[in-house]
């Protein structure tokens, strides 16, 4: 019976994914002369105020049911459920927006731009998820977020990834939620709204490269689970740090853990940490590890500095993302494409009455603003491998198998597997 | 069925299904690229139906014809959307299959085994962790460091409309004259009998030997409006462009010296420091010389009074829209500033290696500017530029192949700009009055051609050159005369269905243009040889080694040759069937630039400086 709802979620997951695949791109209007009319675009209504606020409850509710099941219920079936309902509500019928992992854009643009207001609903969106995963871990990651549920139901066949690739790749999310940071201070686009890979599937459509990519990463998750969750998701580095403090997580065994070593390879996500070696953890190997720790430890300003002057290098390239700077650089450089007529921006920008001085300077000031920005990523950067560096030599002592509070989404796979409710 | 017998299946099934899902994808990316490739909007047929269509825009037939046809690639473009979306769903179909089909053996075959025992030794799987984690910290961080050498900062580059005007007369001032010596028989006298030797109009834009100051008010002042468009005659009395009026290496100059001696000040008038390194050649217009240079530092033009060596001003090339940030790479043979600049009485022009053109008034100021992109070009860009009837031409011919272009010499605006079927080359356009058409006569491999200056239109090509091309070509009597390194030296009638007339390989030159004159056709190897042919027919005349580098063109000037060496020593000849030499004084420096001719006196630039050489 469980074997066939999974096959059931999965027919149905693949259909969706599959039925907007022949997504079609505008084949410009046939010109009419029998006095036909075109109708105006038109643009819809925004959702009513109402039913933002019901997004919001809905989170709650599904964030306060998925800690339910996780902490009380310990119920691995009940979160399937509820992924399957996030991904019909918040991925298919709200079209994966609004999102809490977007919602970093949103709050870093009212934090760096006086002129724009951001709503009570985005605010809730971003710290609500970040709030549980305080208390309960990644509730969100779970079973309310839709990117996390496609690619959650499209795990068929995990392999485990050595631990040095995990944790080498742990460092891109770092970048991306830094660039995605850096561009919504300088008002230069949401990359991470731009860059959603699932968000074309949801929506049925959307450029084919963008989809094709989706698509791509759910063939990669059917053995590398939540490949975007695990490698890419910038909304997943603060979770991940609220999550370690979390006071009461997901445990894989509801009582003392028995070391029956069952749960060892349940995890798709290699999120279990196994107990301590003791023929590892020798008093020699503790002293060894410490003296290395201070080293990388002294070593973090080090690569604060030169992360940050390193990435500072880049600011030119990285400011030519920014509408202005790339039309005024594109100006400068080809003078004469301001006679180009099918060149709607430049047109646009003839039209508005702004000076090519005008543009220039607004242009040399966020180039500025990028070359600060850079500094400021660059060192975060910096910091950030330092850090990871630092905790490659960090013995920690551990009995039972328990879960990485960092990146484990608490999905109850791991719960399935220990025998010990069942048991005792 | 038993537990085995389902396994069998679910492979079966799913090696079957991924069979088919890989078909259909692949079906699916043909059929995607062929979309691609053939845009149905963008058909050829339409287009030129369309185009009919606009000279003729009652025509019922043609306009049911079109809406026809395009009902036509919509149904084309509608039925390949259709082939996608079935595609799709049969890829849809095999995908589930597929998956359900790779579950159902997976977890089939799952079974509740042993805890494995081992896995990753700790501490060997902790040390690749932090020194991937290293590795991948520093590409991060180089790949950040090293986009900031392939990223030029355009704003840096830009140049305030509001300030050019501010910024180009408050630049006047700042020139330093640097005049090194200044031969004490120089008088007033001088621009009288010059003019007279010459037979310059002195009326002309700016011919009186005044101050400096006063020259340049008289310039303005009396400078016609609207222009006036110089012919050939008022050229001959110039030496405004590389070898001379209209490039051809004819002097029109009379009682030009011959003695001279640069090192001993020996009949040197004046001698100046050249500011900036550059190949180019002075050019002349009335009593004031310009020459460029450039390093990687900046791009400069200066201009000089002839008559005292006065640097009367010297202005960068800089702050041009589209001019790259980072120089681009050249030998130390070529320079930024190979080619010689051109001027015609109102404006100075001036080229250079970057691509940007620019140009001065005769008072400094800068008229325009403008960037013709970065010439892809592995020595250094070196054609030099032409003038003519309010058009600057721009032989352009890069790595990325032959292109030549007019320029309004007014607004720097594109009059014409041509493609060109030939590959990179070095040489210079040169003017023939062929026929009464002025053409603009090329070299470059594999084609001597001549195109129609006021269209850009070509009116005869030979494709007969091959390699590096480096020298111009000549004209005299109705003939081109082209040659290169390794190639061959050809004679061409230059008219509709041109052809060879004659050819020769028994001396070809490298960098030195020929020169032809009353007949004969001279000729300058690198390696020292210096020949005279019968134009006619390409016999040789005679010959001379003089067995050092010659990389400068001969000119003919009063009656003789003068060809400098790289060594600085001008070897003077008779311009006729005996080549007897004359005299071969030096300068005391290197040279590898052209004279300049005019008013009984000789102008060349040496390696460190300008001379003015006269009795």
């Known amino acids: ?424 | 069925m038993n537990q085995q017998e389902k396994i069998k299946l679910a492979k079966q099934v799913m090696q079957i299904a991924g069979i088919f899902t890989l078909v259909v994808a692949g079906l699916l990316v043909i059929n995607f690229i062929q979309l691609r490739k053939y845009e149905p909007l963008e058909s050829e047929t339409l287009n030129v139906l369309v185009e009919q269509l606009k000279n003729d825009p009652r025509n019922d037939a043609l306009k049911e014809e079109i809406r026809d046809f395009d009902l036509l690639v919509r149904k084309a473009y509608f039925t390949s959307e259709w082939q996608v979306r079935t595609g799709s769903i049969l890829l849809l179909i095999g995908g589930i299959l597929f998956a359900v089909s790779l579950k159902v053996y997976t977890d089939l075959q799952k079974m509740i085994g042993l805890p494995e025992a081992g896995g990753e030794h700790f501490f060997a799987a902790r040390n690749k962790a932090w020194r991937w984690l290293l590795i991948t910290g520093l590409i991060l961080f180089g790949m950040a460091f090293i986009a900031s050498y392939y990223s030029t900062n355009y704003l840096e580059n830009y140049f305030p409309e509001s300030d050019t005007e501010i910024a180009a007369s408050t630049e006047t001032g700042d020139v330093e004259i640097q005049v090194l010596e200044i031969r004490d028989s120089m008088d007033a006298d001088m621009q009288q009998s010059s003019d007279q030797s010459a037979g310059t109009d002195t009326s002309g834009a700016a011919g009186a030997a005044e101050e400096s100051e006063g020259t340049q008010q008289n310039t303005q002042a009396d400078a016609p409006e609207p222009e006036q468009v110089y012919g050939i005659e008022e050229f001959k009395k110039q030496h405004n462009t590389f070898r001379g009026p209209m490039g051809q290496g004819i002097s029109y100059h009379k009682n030009i010296p011959v003695e001279w001696n640069g090192a001993q000040g020996q009949n040197v008038i004046w001698k100046v420091a050249i500011s900036k390194k550059g190949y180019n050649s002075p050019v002349i217009w009335d009593d004031r010389i310009f020459v460029a240079g450039g390093d990687s530092e900046s791009r400069i033009v200066s201009c000089y009074d002839r008559l005292t060596g006065q640097l009367l001003w010297e202005k960068r090339a800089d702050n041009i829209p589209g001019s790259p940030a980072k120089m681009p790479n050249v030998t130390d043979d070529t320079g930024l500033s190979a080619p010689t600049m051109a001027v015609d009485g109102y404006r100075a022009y001036a080229i250079f290696a970057t691509g940007d053109v620019i140009a001065f008034d005769m008072e400094g100021n800068r008229v325009w500017a403008r960037n013709l992109g970065v010439p892809q070009n592995h020595y250094g860009h070196s054609s030099s530029l032409m003038v003519w009837d309010q058009k600057l031409i721009v032989q352009y011919d890069t790595g990325k192949g032959g292109r030549m272009l007019a320029l309004d010499t007014k607004s720097g605006d594109t009059e014409w700009d041509i493609t060109r079927d030939n590959h990179i080359s070095w040489a210079s356009p040169i003017l023939i009055d062929h026929k009464g058409q002025i053409q603009v006569v090329t070299n470059s491999d594999p084609n001597v051609a001549g195109y129609d200056i006021q269209t850009g239109e070509e009116i005869w090509k030979v494709a007969v050159m091959m390699g590096e091309v480096g020298p111009s070509c000549a004209y005299s009597n109705g003939l081109v005369f082209a040659n290169n390194e390794y190639a061959s030296l050809v004679a061409i009638n230059p008219e509709q269905g041109a052809s060879v007339q004659w050819e020769n390989y028994d001396y070809l030159s490298e960098a030195a243009s020929p020169v032809a004159h009353e007949g004969l056709l001279y000729l300058a190897t690198s390696y020292g040889v210096f020949v005279c042919y019968d134009a006619k027919t390409g016999e040789q005349v005679w010959e001379k080694d003089f067995g050092v580098t010659l990389y400068s063109s001969p000119m003919i000037a009063d009656g003789k040759v003068y060809l400098m060496d790289n060594a600085g020593v001008m070897h003077i000849m008779k311009a006729d069937r005996s080549g007897t030499i004359v005299s071969e004084p030096g300068l005391g420096e290197a040279s590898y630039a052209i004279p300049a001719f005019a008013d009984g006196r000789i102008y060349i630039r040496g390696e460190e400086s300008l001379y003015c050489i006269g009795k």
């Open chain 1, 1 to 424: 019976m469980k074997r066939q709802q999974q096959l059931l979620i999965l027919l149905f997951g693949f259909l969706l994914m599959f039925s907007m695949a022949g997504a079609q791109q505008r084949f410009p209007k046939p010109e009419f002369e029998s006095g036909y009319m075109q109708p105006d675009t038109t643009t819809p209504e925004p959702r009513a105020a109402a039913m933002e606020f019901f997004d919001v409850l809905v989170l709650i509710g599904v964030m306060s049911l998925a800690t339910y099941l996780i902490i009380r219920k310990r119920s691995r079936r009940g979160i399937l459920w509820l992924t399957v309902f996030t991904l019909l509500y918040f991925g298919f019928y709200r079209n994966g927006c609004i999102c809490p992992i977007g919602s970093i854009q949103n709050v870093t643009m009212a934090i760096f731009d006086p002129g724009y207001k951001i709503s009570i609903t985005i605010l809730l969106f971003f710290l609500l998820p970040l709030i549980f995963a305080l208390f309960y871990g990644r509730a969100y990651c779970a079973a309310a977020c839709p990117l996390g549920a496609i690619q959650d139901l499209v795990v068929i066949k995990p392999v485990s990834v050595p631990s040095w690739v995990r944790k080498t790749l742990g460092f891109i999310p770092h970048v991306y939620i830094g660039l995605a940071v850096l561009f919504a201070a300088t008002g230069t686009d949401f990359i991470i709204c731009r860059y959603d890979p699932f968000v074309g599937i949801f929506r049925m459509d959307g450029p084919y490269l963008m989809i094709g990519l989706g698509i791509a990463l759910l063939l990669l998750g059917l053995f590398f689970a939540r490949p975007y969750c695990r490698v890419f998701c910038p909304y997943g580095v603060l979770l991940g740090w609220m999550s370690r403090f979390s006071r009461k997580h997901i445990t894989i065994t509801p009582s003392k853990c028995i070391n029956c070593k069952l749960c060892k390879d349940s995890c798709p996500f290699d999120a279990i940490e196994a107990p301590t070696d003791e023929k590892v953890r020798t008093e020699q190997a503790v002293r060894k590890n410490m003296r290395s720790y201070v080293i990388f430890g002294l070593l973090v300003p080090v690569w604060i500095v030169l992360g940050g002057f390193a990435v500072s290098q880049s600011h030119v390239l990285l400011s030519r993302a920014h509408p202005d700077v790339y039309l005024s650089e594109l100006l400068i450089a080809h003078p004469e494409l301001k006679s180009d007529t099918e060149n709607l921006d430049i047109q646009a920008f003839l039209e508005s009455g702004k000076s090519m001085d005008q543009l220039v300077e607004e242009a040399s000031v966020i180039r500025g603003e990028f070359r600060t920005g850079t500094w400021i990523l660059g060192g975060y950067l910096g910091l950030v491998l330092g850090i990871m560096l630092m905790n490659q030599f960090i013995l920690r002592k551990r009995d039972d198998y328990v879960p990485h509070k960092r990146d484990c989404f608490s999905c109850g796979r791991c719960m399935d597997y220990c025998p010990v409710d069942k048991t005792f």
